[in-house]
């Protein structure tokens, strides 16, 4: 049996890409109650209806998690990530009939494990300071986090050594590199995500709801105004949605922003209260939340008949982050048209039905979560005083008292404060 097994799998290890072997189509989720409402429909007709009751089902359930707070908005992101990793994972495993390797379901799982760790253990150290200063095992593993890290990626790197097959080496590294592209593309990306929610919570809404109505507007003008294709990897997409998902994202975007700028609860950053054991939402917001007067440019001013208008400056940017999820964003589909065409598949999964799996839903966003990181350590965050602080209090005594004093000098130097003060 083991002779057999080595020679099946040598053939498969050997194979061009042109004999990838059709993945079996994902079966039809749809609810019954829905296929009997729809029955006498078109199909046409019919998956427009099946996509547009799930997407305001799965709307009104986001609004509910962002009612739930910034921790539940967390656990979605990680449940989110965990998903989509699982659905490319299964491709591959399909796709280079993996299920004989040994250990490769365990590894791919374990080195999910050690990335999330790593990621979340880094989020840990610089956001929850004051709750890891208290509590005197988290404080071994947070000194020694990023060696643990690596010992625990080491540990999968070996057992992955050792568990090569001959005749298999192809195949079971195939597998391996899919695995890390894989981590590469949902952990890290995930993790960018929470970076930007610690940010304020209007830095992870309003980029994610303008992917999502960029999707929804490009759909429903291409649904029934398109007549051009846009490109060959996605023959749905068309020009006439492409730009009417434009427009319409960057005036939601705009308008979305007034009304988030509004709230403390959008724009402050997130933090963790330590004595309360609660994520607080709690500031005085920064200049770009707080109205501001602008002159309109004189070519507007003929159109609008305004001279002058009140807006946040955030809006300003939110034109920015709208116009990536128009243009750019959706490239992030077409990438995942290509690797579904490469492997003749029609969705990732049937997770969602009329929509595909999750990771059909959020293969745009996960360019637009590394582009706002960009966005924001580029062009808004500055020095965050809250989070210096929270790390001069770990400092032993006789570190804070030489900060002091190096503090102190330098003020003196610069005239703030008097030389007569002393320590």
Known sequence: QEVDLEERLGELDLRSDSDVPDIPLPTDSTPE???RALSGLSARWKNWWIRGILTLA???????????????????VLSIQVKCYHEIITIGYRVYHSYDLPWFRSLSWYFLLCVNYFFYGETVADYFVTFVQRREQLQFLIRY????????????????VLSLVKKHYRLQFYMFAWTHVTLLITVTQSHLVIQNLFEGMIWFLVPISSVICNDIAAYIFGFFFGRTPLIKLSPKKTWEGFIGGFFSTVVFGFIFSYFLAQHQYFVCPVEYNSETNRFVTECEPSELFQLKKYSVPPLLQAVLGWETVHMYPFQMHSIALSTFASLIGPFGGFFA???????????????????????????????????????????????????????????????????????????????????????
Do not use: W
């Open 33 to 35: 109650i829905l296929k």
């Open 58 to 76: 799965m709307i009104s359930g986001f609004f509910l998690i962002i009612y739930l707070g910034s921790f539940m908005l967390m656990l979605l």
């Open 145 to 160: 986090h990023r060696f643990i890290s690596f010992a625990l990626y080491l540990t999968g790197f070996c057992m992955f």
């Open 337 to 423: 048209s290509g690797f579904k065409r490469a492997f003749k598949i029609k969705d990732f999964a049937d997770t969602i039905p009329g929509h595909g799996g999750i990771m059909d839903r959020f293969d745009c966003q996960y360019l637009m979560a590394t582009f706002v990181h960009v966005y924001i350590t580029s062009f808004i965050r500055g020095p965050n005083p809250s989070k210096l602080l929270k790390q001069l209090l770990i400092l032993q005594p006789e570190q804070q008292l030489s900060v002091y004093k190096t503090l102190k000098s330098h003020l003196i130097e610069k005239g703030i404060l008097q030389p007569s003060l002393r320590v």
